[in-house]
Each structure stands twice: as C-alpha cells, then as structure tokens.
C-alpha cells in the first residue's frame, strides 16, 4: 500500500487529506485512530510548544504500508523504536536506514524527499520528538555541523540513559499544563543527551566516508537482532560473525560504526536494563537479578549495574 504525505510545516505535517486517508481523528484528543482494513491501533500527538510535538505510535498493521515524505524545512527528529520494524531512505542518501527496536535516532531533514516502507512482520510501537527549527527559534551551535545537510542521521542503541528517558515520559502522573512542562523538560534532555553524542559516534556525515556497504549495513542489524534474543547467552563474536554473515573484523568496526557501541556493550546494556525492571519490581532480590540477566558473579553484576546508572541494585526499589 502506498501513501503519498507531503509535510510543510510541524504544525500541520500531519493534518492533510493524505493523513485522514489512513488515520480518523479521536473526538476530543490529538489521536488518531487507524481504519480496520490497514490494521488497529492508534497514533497521539502532544504538542508541548509552538514547533515541539510528541507523537506515539502504537499500531498493528495489516500489510505492508509505504510513505512518501517530501521535507522542505529544517526538520529535527528524535525517535525511540520499543518494537516493530521498517526501513526509511532519503533521497539525498546512498543507503537505507532501519527501523528496530532498542534503537534511538536523531534525523534532520530540509529539502529533501523521505522514502518509508512499515512491516506487518511486529506490532509498532515507536515515539517521535519532532521540532521544527524555524518556529522553535533555538540558538544550538552544536547544530551547525549537520545544517550543512539536507539530510543527517545519528543512531544510537545500547545506550540505558535513552529508555530510561523515554520510559519516565510515557510514564508521566502529571495531568494538564504540568505534564506538558514534565515533557517539554525530558524532551529537551533527550535533545541534549543526543547531541551531546555527535562527537562519539561516527555520523551521517562520516558513513558517507566508510566502508560499509548496504549489505554490511543490512547484516549488523540482523546481528543485533540475533543479540536481541539471545542476550541472557550471546553467541561469541565468532559465532555471532557466522550467523550474520560477516568476517569477525568488519562486525567489531562495523557494530560501533553503525550504532555507537560495542557488541558487548550492547549485550550489556541489554542486561542492565532488564535487571533494572526486573529490580524495580521488587519481587526477586540482587542475586536472583544477577541470575536471571545471565551474571554468576553477583559482586560482578553490582559492580556493572553502579557502572551504568549511577547507584547500586540495592538502591534501586528506593529510587
């Protein structure tokens, strides 16, 4: 299924014939609800401010859905993918770009034209922070270095600051104009955290320059897919290499490259999250977190968990 969007401004990118074509608008809310023939589910909007809006996709769809996007005004981006898979291609880029879960992209657009197909293959749930850059008037020089694009895209996975993040906005107790100040503020922090990362991860900018090709691209996402389910007892990078497809040397580079970690740095942060929910919940003590997230050593195990979000296990129901 193919569906022609244009989007000119923030405010109205998503208020066109082309959108209520796919979605009918909730009575009193910014959610649209998707038709039965595409498949369930719904898409909110939150405007927080003029040119800053919080959109939350929780959709099931029925077929293969493609999107046209053509951008012609500074367009900043950041979006967190919870499960659900697609696959996004710029025109003004020599590959594509995917759409997984666990990972987090900061995107700018202006003057150019976005090619999006959405798989039927998982249930969607993805957020997107959109910010118009002309309306919201921000002085950010760290910005410079990507305007000179048309298009950037910045990807980051194994990072446990970003769904903790994310996870404290969906799950906001705050009602009215306070929940709105609550995700204006994390929004904000969500920008810096990414921005913050330009220098450490190898950008748009400079994938232009590597060595990586669409295939080598295409089999480090199926890697981390692999390591997606397998986390609790990963294969060795030899094994991992094989499965994917990929000579051991090029999925070390080619794993930092792509998603600004290390291939145990992922499994690590993939570890630690799930101890921390699992923690957080209260019903198993350190030991059996250490257990159950794939660690024997449980001093080990606190030692990592300080590591990555600043205090011990033991602190953690308090927290």
């Known amino acids: 299924m193919n569906v022609q969007m244009v989007s000119r401004h923030l405010d109205d990118a998503y208020d066109g014939a082309d ?15 998707m038709p039965s023939h595409l498949g369930e589910g719904s898409i909110q909007r939150i ?11 929780d959709t099931a769809i029925s077929n293969d859905i493609q999107l046209d996007f053509d951008v012609q005004y500074p367009h900043l981006e950041i979006s967190y993918t919870f499960s659900g898979k697609g696959v996004y291609e710029p025109a003004a880029q020599a590959h594509a770009l995917q759409l997984t879960s666990g990972v987090s992209s900061l995107t700018y657009m202006d003057g150019t034209r976005v090619y999006a197909e959405l798989s039927p293959e998982e249930h969607i749930r993805h957020m997107e922070l959109r910010l118009d850059l002309n309306a919201l008037n921000m002085i950010l020089p760290e910005l410079d270095r990507i305007k000179q694009h048309s298009f950037f895209s910045q990807q980051l996975a194994g990072i446990p600051d970003i769904p903790i993040l994310i996870e404290q906005m969906q799950n906001c107790s705050y009602q009215g104009s306070l929940r709105k100040l609550f995700l204006e ?17 190898p950008s748009e900018l400079n994938m232009m320059k590597s060595k990586l090709n669409a295939d080598d691209i295409e089999r480090l996402y199926k890697a981390k897919e692999i390591l997606d389910h397998t986390w609790k007892q990963p294969p060795t990078l030899c094994e991992l290499a094989r499965m994917a497809y990929l000579n051991d040397y090029k999925l070390k580079l080619g794993f930092k490259e792509l998603f600004g970690t290390t291939v ?25 977190a250490s257990t159950m997230v794939g660690y024997s050593n449980m001093s080990h195990f606190s030692s990592l968990y300080k590591k990555t979000f ?9 927290r």
């Open 19 to 33: 959108f209520h074509t796919m979605f009918t608008r909730h009575s009193e809310q910014d959610r649209y609800l």
């Open 47 to 57: 405007p927080l401010r003029r040119g800053m809006e919080l959109v939350w996709f």
């Open 185 to 201: 503020g994390k929004s904000l922090e969500l920008l810096a955290f990414h921005l913050s990362r330009l220098d450490d991860n």
């Open 264 to 288: 145990f740095g992922y499994v690590r942060a993939l570890r630690m999250n799930q101890a921390r929910m699992i923690l957080e919940q209260g019903s198993v003590n350190i030991s059996e």
């Open 310 to 318: 600043g205090y011990n296990p033991s602190e953690c129901g308090k």
